[in-house]
């Protein structure tokens, strides 16, 4: 291969120093007992990785390999979260828990990524969460749908609430996925079941009507409440201050309380408002006991806190969140927004 390269670069310190140490290509496919051990150590609490080729990753193909060209292998990993830190009313000890488990599964993935690339394979881990492609926006955002990876690679299954249930840890999971240009010697089955026991209690807790016991799902009423802080919450409310024609216009549409949340969503990361269908979510091995012990105590213990809780409800003029959340939940304010999805109306 030297006598290929012209004389200068084949003289080069570095070129001979990597011609002399260069190491045979890695086996083309990866161990899956030494993967999963890898992902286990890195801090993963369960791992299982699924094909490229699956066809249920029909359209993430495009996506997976402009990210990491040569993508043969999803590693898909799921990482849990204490419940009772979820189930909390206060935002605070809830939004910590996602963030913080929102973190490991940041610093694991990237772990893990790193020691596929020290083997010698080329391996790639989009974030957990944020940050993402925020120049796309208002279309796909996310690098790769790690919830459609997990499902496909057996993780888990959509619930009705559109979070993986994971058949032992239930909803209170965050995932992450690593791509790798590899195969992988045993590939994740999915699951034969659906961990969901259809109690209905994401329904029934959900302040803006978002899930359906139907089976629907109001993504756009989802959106608005939950990521209010997020980037089309914030881009609301750049607008409304952009409207207001001083700082007593401004007090007038905004409330103190509502102004110091957004200034700790941008010094911290942002908190979602509700996240409560994965509060109450009793499946999962792990979770369903005290569910099936005492029912009553476990909604009174768990489902009415929420349900119970005052807070401001954010909802699109003439929604049908906005009835929702008018008809079902009285005590709790409901504010018109536009949710960052068009421009305020004008005043005459």
């Not at 979820?86 to 935002?91: E, K, N």
């Not at 590939?187 to 629907?216: F, H, M, S, W």
Request: aromatic content about 8%; charged content about 20%; hydrophobic content about 40%.
């Amino acid at each position: 291969m030297t006598a290929e390269l012209p004389p200068k670069l084949a003289a080069h310190p570095s070129v001979q120093a990597v011609l002399a140490q260069r190491r045979p290509s890695p086996p083309p496919v990866l161990d899956a007992a030494w993967l999963r051990e890898l992902c286990l150590a890195a801090g993963a609490d369960d791992v299982a990785a699924v094909s490229l080729d699956h066809p249920d990753l029909a359209g993430e193909r495009e996506h997976v390999l402009a990210a990491l060209p040569g993508t043969r292998s999803l590693v898909a990993m799921a990482f849990r979260m204490n419940r009772d830190n979820c189930r909390s009313p206060a935002r605070s000890v809830a939004n910590q828990e996602f963030h913080q488990t929102d973190e490991l599964a940041n610093h694991a993935a990237r772990s893990i990524t790193q020691s596929l690339q020290d083997a010698g394979y080329r391996a790639l881990n989009p974030s957990v969460g944020f940050p993402q492609e925020m120049d796309r926006y208002p279309g796909r955002i996310w690098v790769v749908a790690h919830k459609t990876v997990a499902v496909a690679a057996g993780l888990g299954v959509m619930g009705l609430h559109r979070n993986v249930i994971h058949p032992k840890f239930g909803s209170f999971v965050l995932l992450a996925t690593v791509l790798v240009d590899a195969e992988v010697s045993e590939y994740g089955q999915a699951l034969d079941y659906n961990p969901c026991i259809d109690c209905k209690l994401c329904v029934a807790a959900c302040p803006v009507g978002a899930i359906r016991k139907t089976g629907e799902f109001d993504a756009l009423a989802c959106a608005t409440h939950n990521y209010r802080e997020f980037m089309s919450g914030f881009t609301d409310w750049v607008q409304t201050v952009a409207d207001s024609e001083d700082a007593a216009d401004y007090r007038s549409r905004v409330t103190d309380s509502e102004s110091t949340s957004m200034w700790q969503s941008l010094a911290s990361p942002p908190g979602y408002k509700s996240g409560y269908c994965v509060a109450v979510c009793p499946a999962g091995e792990d979770v369903l006991g005290p569910y099936l012990d005492d029912r009553r105590t476990f909604l009174d213990t768990v489902l009415r806190p929420l349900q119970e809780k005052t807070e401001t409800l954010y909802v699109l003029p003439g929604s049908a969140a906005q009835e929702h959340a008018r008809r079902r939940f009285p005590h709790k304010p409901v504010k018109e927004v536009t949710g960052g999805w068009q421009p305020p109306a004008k005043r005459s």
